[in-house]
C-alpha cells in the first residue's frame, strides 16, 4: 500500500529571514572569537599592539621599523625600553616646570639621536639610550640647581630620526619650525646631535644650520660634518674633538716610542669618519723622524671586510711597522684582531690603534666575543681613543676644573649614578651628552640677562673660549670662531684580554689638553 504523503508547505520568509540573521550572527561571533585568540597570543610576543603595528603615538610617525618624531616624554617608552626611564625622567621634569615655573620664562633644548630599528645595530643603539640620560641629568641640574644660574627653566625634547644610514626627515622639518616661524610658541633656541657621521645625517645638519638654528655636535667627530666648509658665521659648536683631531692626539702619544706606521684604510668615502681618521693620522704622524709606510692596506667597509683581514695582515708582516693605525670601524677591527694569531709573524709585536669607535670594540672584547681576547693575547695590544672616560677624573685630575663631574658621579637627588644606578659611563656617551646640554643653558644664561633667540645663542658660542671657555666633564671646551673644540682632551684607553680597559693618558693635537689661560685655549 502506497504511504500517501501531506504536501510540504514551504518555509514562511519570517522564518527564512531568522534563519539566516541567525547563521550572520553565528558567523560573526566565530570571526570575532578568532580575532581574540589571536590577539591573546600576539600581543605576549610583542608582534600586535598599536603602539608597535599600526602607530608609535600621536605625532610620532612610524618609518622603517622605528619610531621617529619628537617627544617631551609625555608618550611613553615610543623610542624603545633604552630610553624609557629617562624619558620618563624628562617628561616629568619637563611637567613640573610647566606646572610651576616660579615666574620664570621655560626655553626649549632639543635633543636629536638616530635610534635604529630593532635589530638593526641594537649594541649602537644602546649607546645611544646612554646620550638621552646625560640630556636627562643635565635638565635637572639645571632647573634645580644653581650652578649654571636658575634661568630660564630648561624644556628638553628628544628627537629621534631613526637609523643614521636612512634617517627621517619630519623631525628635522619640525625643529627647524619650532625655532623660527614657530619659535613664540615653542622657543626652541637649539638642538644637540648625535650620531654618526654618515651622509645622511651630515644632510640633516646642513639643513639645520642652512636655516641657523643653532646646532652642538656632542658625538659626530668626522672632520666635515655639513656639505660646505665651515665658516666664521656657523650656528654649529662642536663638543667632541674632531677625527682629524683625535688622530693628531694618537700621533704626539706614538711619536716618542715609534717611528713607522702603516695605516690600515676602509676605502668607502662615504664614511666620514673613516676617512679623516686616515687623512689626519698620515697629517700628523709624518715627519722627518717618523715615516708612514706605502701603500696603504686598504678594504672597503662593510659585510664582506673581514674576508681582507687575512691578506692584510700578510703586510702587516713584510712591513713590520712599529704600530698600526686602523682607520675604520669597529666592527671591521674584530676581524683583524681575530686574525692576528694566525699571522706569520708572531714574534713581531702588533701595535693597533684606532679611533673613538674603538670603544664599540672595547666592548666587544668584554662580552668575550669569539676570538677577540685571543687576538689581543697573541703579541698584539689595541689603544683607541676616548671622547670622555670616567678613569681619566681620577688619573688626569689637573686637566678638568674642580667639581665638573660631580653630578656624573656624585649621590645626590639628580645624580647620575642615582637616576641610572645600573648605567656605566664608560662609553662616553652620557658625558658628551651631559656636556652639549650644558653648554648649551651656558650660551643661554648669560649673566645679568639671559639671551632671547636662536641667533643670540649663536652669537654666545662665539665668546665660548679663553676665561669663558666651559668647564665641561670630558674636558675644558674652548671654541674656534668656526665652532671647533680647540686643544680638547683626548682619553687614550687599552681593551685588554681579560675584558677590561686601561687608561693610558690624556692626550690632544698638540700632546698637552686645552687648559684656560694656556695658548691657545
Known amino acids: ?29 566565530w570571526q570575532v572569537s578568532l580575532i581574540i585568540v589571536l590577539v591573546a597570543a600576539l600581543v605576549p610576543l610583542g608582534v600586535w599592539g598599536w603602539n608597535t603595528w ?4 600621536a605625532d610620532i610617525l612610524r618609518a622603517n621599523g622605528s619610531c621617529v618624531g619628537i617627544t617631551d616624554g609625555s608618550h611613553g617608552p615610543v623610542f624603545g625600553a633604552g630610553t624609557a626611564e629617562a ?3 624628562i617628561g616629568a621634569e619637563n611637567a613640573r616646570i610647566a606646572a610651576d615655573p616660579g615666574g620664570k620664562d621655560i626655553v626649549t633644548i632639543a635633543y636629536l639621536v638616530p635610534i635604529p630599528p630593532p635589530g638593526v645595530e641594537d649594541e649602537y643603539a644602546v649607546r645611544l639610550s646612554g646620550d638621552v640620560m646625560g640630556a636627562a641629568v643635565a635638565q635637572r641640574q639645571a632647573n634645580r640647581t644653581n650652578t649654571l644660574g636658575d634661568r630660564p627653566l630648561i624644556r ?31 622657543k626652541l633656541m637649539a638642538v644637540a646631535v648625535s650620531g654618526k657621521s654618515l651622509n645622511p645625517m651630515i644632510g640633516m645638519i646642513d639643513e639645520l644650520v ?3 638654528v643653532p646646532v652642538l655636535i656632542s658625538h659626530l667627530t668626522a672632520e666635515e660634518v655639513t656639505s660646505s666648509p665651515v665658516a666664521a658665521d656657523t650656528s654649529l659648536a662642536r663638543i667632541a674633538p674632531t677625527t682629524a683631531d683625535q688622530a693628531a692626539a694618537l700621533a704626539s702619544y706614538l711619536k716618542p716610542t715609534t717611528r713607522t706606521a702603516l695605516i690600515v684604510q676602509n676605502s668607502d668615502r662615504r664614511d666620514r669618519y673613516a676617512a679623516s681618521l686616515g687623512e689626519g693620522f698620515r697629517e700628523q704622524y709624518a715627519d722627518g723622524a717618523h715615516t708612514i709606510l706605502a701603500p696603504d692596506e686598504t678594504y672597503i667597509g662593510g659585510e664582506s671586510a673581514a674576508n681582507a683581514m687575512d691578506d692584510i695582515l700578510v703586510h702587516v708582516c713584510q712591513q713590520r711597522p712599529d704600530v698600526v693605525m686602523f682607520a675604520g670601524r669597529a666592527a671591521e677591527l674584530g676581524p683583524f684582531v681575530a686574525a692576528l694569531p694566525k699571522r706569520t709573524c708572531l714574534d713581531h709585536p702588533v701595535r693597533v690603534v684606532t679611533g673613538d669607535d674603538g670603544a664599540s670594540f672595547a666592548e666587544a672584547v668584554a662580552r668575550d666575543e669569539p676570538g677577540l681576547r685571543e687576538g689581543l693575547r697573541a703579541n698584539a695590544s689595541v689603544s ?8 681619566a677624573w681620577r ?14 658621579t656624585g649621590g645626590c637627588a639628580e645624580c647620575f649614578p642615582t637616576l641610572f644606578p645600573d648605567q656605566s659611563l664608560d662609553d662616553s656617551y652620557a658625558i658628551m651628552a651631559y656636556d652639549a646640554v ?3 643653558v651656558t650660551a643661554i644664561r648669560q649673566p645679568g640677562e639671559s639671551v632671547s633667540s636662536p641667533d643670540a645663542v649663536i652669537q654666545e658660542f662665539k665668546r665660548l673660549h679663553g676665561p669663558q671657555a666651559i668647564a665641561g666633564a670630558s674636558g675644558w671646551i674652548s671654541l674656534a670662531a668656526t665652532g671647533s673644540p680647540v686643544e680638547k682632551a683626548v682619553a687614550i684607553m687599552d681593551p685588554l684580554p681579560d675584558g677590561s680597559t686601561r687608561f693610558r693618558q690624556l692626550s690632544s693635537p698638540s700632546g698637552t689638553p686645552c687648559r684656560p689661560g694656556t695658548a691657545p685655549c
Not at 5 to 28: D, K, N, S
Not at 157 to 170: C, I, K, M
Open 1 to 29: 500500500m502506497t504511504e500517501v504523503r501531506a504536501p510540504q508547505r514551504p518555509p514562511r520568509p519570517g522564518r527564512v529571514r531568522r534563519l539566516r540573521e541567525w547563521w550572520r550572527a553565528l558567523i560573526t561571533l
Open 54 to 57: 599600526w602607530y608609535c603615538a
Open 87 to 89: 624619558l620618563e625622567l
Open 156 to 186: 628638553l625634547l628628544v628627537a629621534n630620526v631613526g637609523d643614521s644610514a636612512e634617517p627621517a626627515t619630519e623631525p628635522i622639518e619640525k625643529l627647524i619650525g619650532m625655532a623660527g616661524s614657530g619659535f613664540a610658541e615653542h
Open 210 to 212: 642652512a636655516a641657523q
Open 384 to 391: 683607541y681613543t676616548a671622547l670622555a672616560h670616567p678613569e
Open 395 to 408: 688619573a688626569a685630575a689637573d686637566a678638568f676644573a674642580p667639581g665638573t663631574a660631580d653630578y656624573l
Open 438 to 440: 650644558l653648554t648649551a
